[in-house]
């Protein structure tokens, strides 16, 4: 089996995104600019969705960035695993895929149905209605069969969505593991506010193994709090993250923290024990030009690894992330250019 440099582990989820009206939303009980996890009395959204001329993206946060990485990356780069049920959305997602150039590996559950996320545009607004199933199915056995853990093996960088430690922490940890042992690089994004604030002990398992932790502002100051850190200021918070125990002590730790449209920041420590800190301003366009913010920073996260991937600075893999992140929040959903584009450095 071929290897891939970019490992990524996660919860895959099918994004069905479709334009509806007051009526559909109605019939569902959702509001016109919500994100919720989906009851039974929502189960028929979905197939209505697909009816509706949908557009089908392969979701759920981390492949968001497997997608976004191999975008920049030469073909045959990236490798997504995650759990998906047996039925007509687990291959309409590993088409998604496929199309986006991305290896999957997906464990196949028994009983659960594939994760999806049906999204109703109104307008400007999209209503988010989740049905995780067998995202939430994934076990360390599925990575540790022979085949997959080849892949893990072969991997350089090992990129995790924090979404994954409701899931399986121990299929974390073996990824991380094998980073610290082998001297590759390991990647955690916090991914949500409730995850710092529910999974505090499960993130506290695995922080320190990370090179690298990504958050925005929100989810920084949702560490910060659940941590008794007694401050909302994003420089030190991005201070305090990077100078946590590390178990890899041949790395630096680099903690990145993005504020939407206010400048990125990046803290590093130095060999004398310093802690360096960096801003990087993003790319500036136009808010006419802006369709959608949703999955900006796993865009943001996929062009910062493609950069560590090719051996890039930190500071070049900032700007290709906010480069890949500007192209993202101009298309409809956590995209990119049907036309693909070539990185250009600001």
């Not at 997608?67 to 998906?84: E, F, H, K, T, W």
């Not at 350089?156 to 974390?172: C, D, E, F, N, R």
């Not at 659940?226 to 401050?231: F, I, L, R, Y």
């Amino acid at each position: 089996m071929a290897g891939y440099p970019l490992l990524c582990l996660e919860n895959p989820l099918l994004d069905i995104q479709a334009v509806g009206d007051a009526a559909l939303l109605e019939k569902y009980g959702l509001k016109d600019n919500d994100a919720i996890l989906a009851e039974d009395k929502h189960m028929g959204l979905y197939d209505e969705l697909m009816k509706l001329d949908a557009k089908l993206i392969a979701g759920g946060a981390a492949q968001n960035t497997a997608r976004g990485a191999q975008y920049i990356l030469p073909d045959n780069s990236v490798v997504y695993i995650g759990c998906v049920g047996k039925d007509k959305y687990a291959d309409l997602l590993k088409d998604a895929c496929t199309k986006a150039g991305v290896h999957t590996e997906y464990r196949v559950d028994d009983v659960q149905p594939t994760g999806k996320c049906g999204v109703i545009i109104t307008g400007h607004n999209r209503s988010m209605c989740t049905h995780l199933a067998a995202a939430n199915e994934y076990k360390p056995e599925h990575l540790k069969q022979p085949q997959i853990w080849d892949l893990v093996e072969k991997a350089q960088v090992y990129y995790v969505g924090g979404y994954h430690l409701t899931v399986s922490v121990p299929a974390i940890l073996a990824l991380a593991e094998e980073a610290a042992a082998k001297n590759k690089i390991f990647m955690l994004s916090l991914s949500a506010p409730f995850i710092p604030q529910f999974f505090k002990d499960q993130l506290d398992t695995v922080l320190p193994y990370t090179d690298y932790t990504f958050c925005n502002e929100t989810e920084a100051r949702s560490y910060s709090e659940s941590h008794g850190w007694g401050t909302d200021d994003i420089v030190e918070i991005t201070k305090k993250l990077a100078q946590l125990p590390k178990k890899n002590t041949s790395r630096p730790r680099i903690a990145i923290v993005t504020q939407g449209t206010l400048p990125t920041v990046a803290a590093s420590v130095k060999p004398d024990g310093q802690v360096e800190v960096k801003e990087f301003a993003v790319r500036e366009i136009s808010k006419d030009a802006i369709t959608d913010t949703n999955g900006a920073g796993d865009a943001f996260a996929g062009g910062f690894a493609a950069g560590i991937v090719q051996g890039k600075s930190l500071e070049e893999s900032i700007d290709m992330g906010q480069w890949l992140a500007s192209l993202s929040i101009q298309e409809l959903g956590p995209s990119f250019p049907a036309t693909k584009r070539t990185y250009t450095k600001q």
